[in-house]
């Protein structure tokens, strides 16, 4: 918690503008039960694994599925305004 309100901006600096965080959500699960189908849970190396492939995932995500999408999108349900 203290990290996002001292350097509120790091993830735009690290991800380059890249919002791979639904993407991570969504596929994680996906990585961790073909790993449990394959009997491939009682090594650390595969949360390095599992880690890997959520955000390679996630990323691919991003960058084919759904900033095209939010390119596309020319409203939202929600105005917001500018405080004064």
């Known amino acids: 918690m203290s990290l996002a309100y001292t350097l509120p901006d790091i993830a735009d600096r690290l991800l380059r503008r890249n919002d791979i965080s639904y993407g991570v959500y969504i596929y994680h ?14 090594r650390p190396v595969y949360l390095l694994v ?33 405080d004064v």
Do not use: C, D, P
Not at 29 to 40: A, E
Not at 70 to 79: A, F, S
């Open 29 to 42: 699960m996906l990585v961790v039960n073909i790993l449990v189908s394959l009997h491939m849970v009682y």
């Open 50 to 82: 599992v880690l890997g492939a959520s955000y390679a995932l996630g990323y691919l995500s991003w960058v084919f599925i759904e900033r095209r999408f939010l390119r596309k999108k020319q409203h939202t349900l929600i105005t917001r305004t500018a």
